[in-house]
């Protein structure tokens, strides 16, 4: 099993960039400038044994550009149908694309895609490793991030498209269906069940997610004599049901920590199921985490993992980089929360792991700019600590209080939408009331390391 998972600006954060329709320089062959997506409406027949499926996708949403060919990302699929606005449509699949022609549609045209596929669902596999729908030793797990979306459904696959959706998955009857939002259906008939998802949040394409598994769920209750959280923390495990439901009651506090440092938790509730197989590392959804057994220890690798996946509830999902290169508004973030958790738990100050990391960038290579890094190396670890790096920096100029304001600022004002680092350094400097840009720039925009105050 391969378990590789990782991890000028627009009108608005529904409206895409640019003029063609590439989106994003760092997945070049993926997405559509010319299209929004504001609703999937995913009906998924899925057969666990023979991993054989068979769906129907409607996408409602309109082409921002005049045209007759509305492109799709679908990989690995075959589709046996397709309509626009209820009227049949020709199709073709291209590499990675699914191409309809239909009549001519003027710009701002509302459209209703219709998409009926069937096949047996792979992870798509390249420059960061293997990503979307995978097999477990016995059920489902998908990892999206970033363009694994489209093994599972067609879509405009990029975080500044983010969509409402209902999922419906019909499975066997002895599994339990975890997806993206509320969970508003359950039907059983001859031996399957049919789950129904809502997400009335926007989400982007990357965190929609299904997970499938021999699971239970129950609400994770707080530590003895710990404050519980006020979010309702869920926890779907199966044979390691015993370990997560004691091991995992720490996100109690957790949450009530980063409620303290980053405002409101972003969601209605947070959800982590915890399968059988062990994963390389976990994986982050909306609104829920993915941990694998391995990650349940009381070692602080794994504990600043748990820590890192609840973080990306804020940072990531809420807030979503409107281009693949203000990554860092992710990790850096989630990073960073890290070594909070850290502080608040009792372990190394987060001033202590600033400097211990400043120390270890140091030996290494000093060849990328963490406002843009590049495709490739999106996802390398000196993106993540250098992030870090760059918030504990400006922590150090303006000092706990405005730090942690212009943080709450921050994750208030741009709640569920899509952002980038200009929008970050604006919203910053508007609660200190002075331009910070200066502070960050070596940080963001220079290759060399910077020193820490």
Same mark, same amino acid.
């Given at each position: 099993?391969?378990?590789?998972?990782?991890?000028?600006?627009?009108? $608005?954060?529904?409206?895409?960039?640019?003029?063609?329709?590439?989106?994003?320089?760092?997945?070049?062959?993926?997405?559509?400038?010319?299209?929004?997506?504001?609703?999937?409406?995913?009906?998924?027949?899925?057969?666990?044994?023979?991993?054989?499926?068979?769906?129907?996708?409607?996408?409602?949403?309109?082409?921002?550009?005049?045209?007759?060919?509305?492109?799709?990302?679908?990989?690995?699929?075959?589709?046996? %149908?397709?309509?626009?606005?209820? &009227?049949?449509?020709?199709?073709?699949?291209?590499?990675?694309?699914?191409?309809?022609?239909?009549?001519?549609?003027?710009?701002?045209?509302?459209?209703?895609?219709?998409?009926?596929?069937?096949?047996?669902?792979?992870?798509?596999?390249?420059?960061?490793?293997?990503?979307?729908?995978?097999?477990?030793?016995?059920?489902?797990?998908?990892?999206?991030?970033?363009?694994?979306?489209?093994?599972?459904?067609?879509?405009?696959?990029?975080?500044?498209?983010?969509? &409402?959706?209902?999922?419906?998955?019909?499975?066997?009857?002895?599994?339990?269906?975890?997806?993206?939002?509320?969970?508003?259906?359950?039907?059983? %008939?001859?031996?399957?069940?049919?789950?129904?998802?809502?997400?009335?949040?926007?989400?982007?394409?990357?965190?929609?997610?299904?997970?499938?598994?021999?699971?239970?769920?129950?609400?994770?209750?707080?530590?003895?004599?710990?404050?519980?959280?006020?979010?309702?923390?869920?926890?779907?495990?199966?044979?390691?049901?015993?370990?997560?439901?004691?091991?995992?009651?720490?996100?109690?506090?957790?949450?009530?920590?980063?409620?303290?440092?980053?405002?409101?938790?972003?969601?209605?509730?947070?959800?982590?199921?915890?399968?059988?197989?062990?994963?390389?590392?976990?994986?982050?959804?909306?609104?829920?985490?993915?941990?694998?057994?391995?990650?349940?220890?009381?070692?602080?690798?794994?504990?600043?993992?748990?820590?890192?996946?609840?973080?990306?509830?804020?940072?990531?999902?809420?807030?979503?980089?409107?281009?693949?290169?203000?990554?860092?508004?992710?990790?850096?973030?989630?990073?960073?929360?890290?070594?909070?958790?850290?502080?608040?738990?009792?372990?190394?100050?987060?001033?202590?792991?600033?400097?211990?990391?400043?120390?270890?960038?140091?030996?290494?290579?000093?060849?990328?700019?963490?406002?843009?890094?590049?495709?490739?190396?999106?996802?390398?670890?000196?993106?993540?600590?250098?992030?870090?790096?760059?918030?504990?920096?400006?922590?150090?100029?303006?000092?706990?209080?405005?730090?942690?304001?212009?943080?709450?600022?921050?994750?208030?004002?741009?709640?569920? $939408?899509?952002?980038?680092?200009?929008?970050?350094?604006?919203?910053?400097?508007?609660?200190?009331?002075?331009?910070?840009?200066?502070?960050?720039?070596?940080?963001?925009?220079?290759?060399?390391?910077?020193?820490?105050?």
């Amino acid at each position: 099993m391969h378990q590789n998972f990782l991890r000028a600006d627009p009108a $608005s954060p529904k409206q895409p960039q640019g003029g063609t329709t590439m989106l994003d320089p760092y997945t070049p062959n993926v997405g559509n400038a010319e299209l929004t997506i504001d609703h999937y409406d995913l009906d998924l027949d899925y057969r666990i044994g023979p991993n054989r499926l068979s769906a129907h996708a409607s996408l409602t949403g309109r082409v921002l550009q005049e045209t007759k060919t509305i492109l799709l990302d679908l990989t690995g699929l075959r589709v046996t %149908k397709a309509a626009v606005n209820g &009227k049949k449509a020709r199709y073709s699949t291209r590499g990675k694309k699914l191409h309809l022609t239909t009549d001519p549609l003027p710009k701002n045209q509302p459209v209703r895609i219709d998409v009926s596929y069937v096949g047996n669902p792979q992870p798509a596999i390249g420059t960061w490793g293997d990503v979307g729908w995978e097999e477990l030793e016995d059920g489902v797990l998908v990892a999206g991030q970033p363009v694994g979306a489209s093994t599972w459904f067609p879509c405009n696959d990029h975080p500044s498209d983010k969509s &409402k959706y209902r999922i419906r998955v019909l499975t066997e009857s002895e599994y339990t269906v975890v997806s993206n939002g509320e969970l508003v259906d359950k039907v059983r %008939k001859a031996g399957r069940t049919a789950w129904t998802y809502e997400s009335r949040t926007p989400l982007a394409t990357y965190l929609a997610t299904v997970q499938i598994g021999r699971y239970r769920h129950a609400q994770i209750d707080a530590e003895d004599g710990a404050e519980p959280s006020p979010v309702s923390l869920g926890l779907y495990a199966g044979e390691h049901w015993r370990a997560a439901s004691t091991r995992l009651q720490i996100q109690h506090a957790m949450m009530n920590e980063f409620i303290e440092r980053f405002g409101p938790y972003p969601f209605d509730r947070y959800d982590v199921v915890v399968t059988d197989d062990e994963l390389e590392i976990p994986l982050e959804s909306q609104p829920l985490s993915v941990l694998g057994p391995n990650h349940l220890g009381e070692e602080w690798e794994a504990e600043r993992l748990v820590a890192h996946e609840m973080a990306h509830q804020w940072f990531g999902n809420s807030l979503t980089p409107r281009r693949w290169s203000d990554i860092w508004l992710n990790e850096g973030f989630a990073c960073y929360s890290e070594w909070l958790w850290s502080e608040a738990s009792g372990r190394s100050s987060a001033h202590e792991c600033a400097q211990t990391w400043r120390e270890a960038l140091a030996d290494e290579p000093q060849d990328f700019v963490l406002s843009d890094p590049g495709g490739p190396d999106m996802f390398d670890d000196r993106v993540y600590k250098r992030g870090a790096l760059c918030l504990h920096a400006l922590r150090l100029e303006i000092g706990d209080e405005d730090f942690f304001a212009a943080i709450s600022e921050w994750t208030t004002k741009h709640r569920h $939408s899509s952002v980038d680092t200009s929008d970050f350094l604006e919203c910053v400097s508007g609660v200190v009331g002075r331009d910070l840009a200066e502070v960050v720039r070596p940080w963001l925009f220079d290759k060399e390391l910077p020193e820490l105050a």
